[in-house]
Every structure is written in structure tokens, then in C-alpha cells.
T-cell receptor, first 111, second 115 residues
Framework: QKEVEQNSGPLSVPEGAIASLNCTYSDRGSQSFFWYRQYSGKSPELIMFIYSNGDKEDGRFTAQLNKASQYVSLLIRDSQPSDSATYLC???????????FGAGTTVTVRA | GAGVSQSPRYKVAKRGQDVALRCDPISGHVSLFWYQQALGQGPEFLTYFQNEAQLDKSGLPSDRFFAERPEGSVSTLKIQRTQQEDSAVYLCASAASPGTTYEQYFGPGTRLTVT
């Protein structure tokens, strides 16, 4: 079992809709959770981080963390064509410092 | 401010050649990481430095891979006798402090192609 699992997609949403991305992780003691956006041919760009259970909002992005269910999600509201990218979920397992990544979910926002 | 920079951006090497990839972290960042990203996959951890100390090299795939950060800033990842399976994007990331709650910021990567 991989440490971090994501649906690979592709996830296609119409412009203006909400895109919902999910991620599960295996290490129950994990403390830090990150979402990176990666455009084709570019490097990962940090867009959200969350450390506590609940929701964290930043502009059109909301990260949700449920440690009991070992689940972290990312919502993108009012999706724009510029949001079309691969979104990588990353987790720092307990007693660790390196990021463990999922394979990414590819999102396509159609105009 | 300046982000993480890497050079070269692209490198083509013949099988068996040695290559050196450079990373300049964000100024003052203590932690530096190297990751390898294969096509269609998330980055995979290679090695970690805290200042000049290499604290973890558990992700290095073979003894052909070597990394250093002698003065605690610039880091070099060296691959000896490159093989085709070494073809990937090599990403460097830095973080302000050691620990689990500090965000890592990535450089643009070096795309290595071994022919």
C-alpha cells in the first residue's frame, strides 16, 4: 500500500464549478499535509498546507483534514481554465521530515 | 525574493557519463531536499541536508548517486556512470527550518535524459 493515495483522474469540471480532490494516507501519526499544483513541464508549487483537523480557506482554495479518517481534500471554487494542472497531495509521516507524495490528480477546467 | 534555482535546466548524457546537478536554495533556508520525479508520478525523496550535514540519504537509488552541501548553502547531486533508468526530473526543495511543519519550496528542476 502506498503511503499517499490519490485518484489519478483526469477530473474534468466546467468553468465556474467546484473541483473536489481527495487524498488518503496510511501513517496515522502524520502531522503535516500539503497540496502542490504542478503545471505540465513545471515544478510543484505549494498552494495550501494544513496541520489541524478541519477546514482552511485561502482565496478560492479550501483544504480539509480529517485525521481520524486519514483523509485530506482540496476544494477549488469557481474553477478557472488556469486551474488546469496536476494537483499533488503530500504528507510528512510521523517522526519524519521528507514529503511523501501521491501520484497526483489531473484537473481539466473546460471553458 | 529569489526562489530556489537549479542548473542546468536540461541535461542530455550518454549512458556511462557522469553528471552534476546544482541547487541554490532560498537564502537562509536550513533544510535542503532532493527528489526524483518520473513521468506521471509524484516526486520521490532522495536525500536531505540540514545545513551542511547530510542527515538522510535513504532514497538514493544506488551508490552511483552522491550529494553534497559543503558550506550549507549550494548543493550538488552527482550521478556517476549514468544509466537509462536515471532519466527523470531532479527537483531540489528548501525549507526555512528543520522539522515537520515547515513548507518546502521547489526549484524548477533539472530534466535529465540518458541516451
Amino acid at each position: 500500500q502506498k503511503e499517499v493515495e490519490q485518484n489519478s483522474g483526469p477530473l474534468s469540471v466546467p468553468e465556474g464549478a467546484i473541483a473536489s480532490l481527495n487524498c488518503t494516507y496510511s501513517d496515522r501519526g502524520s502531522q503535516s499535509f500539503f497540496w502542490y499544483r504542478q503545471y505540465s513541464g513545471k515544478s510543484p508549487e505549494l498552494i495550501m498546507f494544513i496541520y489541524s483537523n478541519g477546514d482552511k480557506e485561502d482565496g478560492r482554495f479550501t483544504a480539509q483534514l480529517n485525521k481520524a479518517s486519514q483523509y485530506v481534500s482540496l476544494l477549488i471554487r469557481d474553477s478557472q481554465p488556469s486551474d488546469s494542472a496536476t494537483y499533488l497531495c503530500a504528507v510528512v509521516p510521523s517522526n519524519d521530515y521528507k514529503l511523501s507524495f501521491g501520484a497526483g490528480t489531473t484537473v481539466t477546467v473546460r471553458a | 525574493g529569489a526562489g530556489v534555482s537549479q542548473s542546468p535546466r536540461y541535461k542530455v548524457a550518454k549512458r556511462g557519463q557522469d553528471v552534476a546537478l546544482r541547487c541554490d536554495p532560498i537564502s537562509g533556508h536550513v533544510s535542503l531536499f532532493w527528489y526524483q520525479q518520473a513521468l506521471g508520478q509524484g516526486p520521490e525523496f532522495l536525500t536531505y541536508f540540514q545545513n551542511e550535514a547530510q542527515l538522510d540519504k535513504s532514497g538514493l537509488p544506488s551508490d552511483r548517486f552522491f550529494a553534497e552541501r559543503p558550506e550549507g548553502s549550494v548543493s550538488t547531486l552527482k550521478i556517476q556512470r549514468t544509466q537509462q533508468e536515471d532519466s527523470a526530473v531532479y527537483l531540489c526543495a528548501s525549507a526555512a527550518s528543520p522539522g515537520t511543519t515547515y513548507e518546502q519550496y521547489f526549484g524548477p528542476g533539472t530534466r535529465l535524459t540518458v541516451t
